[in-house]
């Protein structure tokens, strides 16, 4: 699967640079080569196989067995994140794949979704009390006279005040492009050849698959929600997985009677 591929590819690139400051929790899931069938493989065979409607085995790559792969097949192991050949019954991930999918079974708490990116002055109109001095024709002892006299007023000042702007973290990004990533393949393997068709979807069980990983139901519908407006949008419109019919009441609706998008 290209993940954010053409015009956007750099932020896949940018994502892969900050790889190596995502915590862990154990071994990597590819450790033992590929002989060995890590537990985080064991699970996502499970949760592939269920959405792919057969028995299916999920295999992840160190980063240098990615880029062995990348080599032999001709591709850019910063831009594939995965694939599934034709005729097989397997997701092939990539450490970057593998490794966020492992850091959300292990502890998803802990993967933080917004983040202060910077601030923005405002002006407020604030209402304050002031006090001033001023001159006023008084009666004193019967007689009318001029004075300073101290007086309370409410007006209304401007002032700056710093805003801060939030985004969604840029390893929170991480985690939804691998949950959607292991949706996408499951479609392929499950027969489904085109790309805008297998992502479109994907998005759309998305939440049932993160929920498999352990995330719960809310925040699971969140982070679909999240990849549909903030992510699926940088793609071109000309993308072989972009579609104008993924939409709510689109042809690639799987649920053309529910007004709930992208999660039924």
Not at 108 to 137: F, I, M, N
Not at 170 to 187: C, F, G
Request: include cysteine; charge should be positive.
């Amino acid at each position: 699967m290209r993940v954010l591929a053409a015009a956007v590819c750099c932020a896949v690139v940018a994502l892969v640079a900050s790889a190596s400051a995502r915590a862990t929790h154990g071994p990597p899931p590819w450790e033992g080569g590929l002989s060995v069938v890590s537990p985080l493989e064991a699970r996502l065979a499970t949760i592939t196989s269920e959405f792919a409607s057969r028995s299916t085995a999920a295999i992840c790559h160190s980063e240098a067995e990615w880029a062995a792969v990348a080599a032999a097949r001709n591709f850019d192991p910063a831009v594939v994140l995965a694939f599934v050949r034709r005729g097989e019954a397997a997701s092939y991930l990539s450490d970057v794949v593998c490794r966020d999918l492992d850091e959300l079974v292990g502890n998803y708490a802990s993967v933080v979704r917004r983040c202060q990116v910077g601030t923005v002055t405002e002006y407020r109109q604030l209402k304050r009390t002031v006090t001033r001095s001023v001159t006023k024709r008084v009666r004193v002892r019967g007689q009318w006279t001029m004075r300073r006299v101290r007086v309370r007023k409410t007006v209304t000042v401007s002032r700056p005040v710093d805003v801060p702007i939030y985004r969604l973290c840029s390893n929170y990004v991480r985690t939804v492009v691998a949950v959607q990533v292991l949706a996408h393949e499951a479609m392929h393997v499950r027969g489904i050849v085109n790309e805008a068709a297998a992502e479109c979807y994907a998005m759309q069980v998305f939440a049932s698959v993160a929920e498999r990983l352990g995330v719960p139901t809310t925040r699971a519908r969140e982070m679909a929600s999240d990849y549909w407006r903030d992510v699926y949008p940088q793609r071109p419109p000309e993308s072989a997985y972009r579609s104008s019919e993924c939409r709510d009441g689109g042809a690639l609706d799987l649920a053309p009677t529910s007004s709930s998008w992208p999660t039924p």
